[in-house]
């Protein structure tokens, strides 16, 4: 996959996940559904008998479909929001991923990337350019997840002089 820890690419947002659910899950049973992280309180109170608390949990479903053998309707895209640099070479940014598709939008510039992951695995094709709808339609999700969520966007530091240190 391409990069790793602290970018958009599957390389820093796709990682291994093995859940152990004895007499949910069918032994060496593996899944191909996209998740993350938020999903794993739901999915534990959940399988602990404990009713759901959507007020806690406003990102994330329960997982138990998936390890039951069933599909899982989230209703709506993944998002990730890294609104920072991170300290190996990650730049600002926000993804958002919904069924084989992936926007990647860049805070510093506002440059967009689109990747059909299935398709492009390794993620070399941009085509953002030839596909300017699916980009308006995904940028717009992304954006209101945003606002839903209240989340916190870079601002330039007015202190900051370019070579100095």
Request: proline share 11%; charged share 20%.
């Amino acid at each position: 996959f391409r990069a790793g820890k602290g970018w958009p690419y599957e390389g820093g947002i796709r990682e291994p996940l093995i859940i152990c659910a004895p007499g949910i899950a069918a032994p060496g049973s593996t899944c191909d559904t996209p998740v993350i992280s938020t999903d794993f309180y739901p999915t534990m109170l959940e399988l602990a008998g404990l009713p759901a608390r959507p007020a806690q949990h406003l990102d994330g479903v329960s997982l138990a479909p998936l390890l039951k053998g069933s599909s899982l309707d989230r209703g709506r895209p993944l998002f990730w929001h890294y609104p920072h640099y991170g300290n190996q070479g990650g730049a600002p940014h926000g993804v958002v991923r919904e069924g084989d598709w992936k926007l990647i939008e860049w805070y510093e510039d506002g440059a967009f990337e689109l990747f059909n992951v299935p398709r492009d695995i390794s993620e070399k094709n941009n085509l953002a350019a030839q596909q300017p709808e699916r980009v308006k339609t995904l940028h717009a999700k992304l954006a209101a997840w945003r606002k839903d969520v209240n989340a916190l966007m870079p601002t330039p530091n007015p202190d900051f002089k370019p070579g100095k240190k």
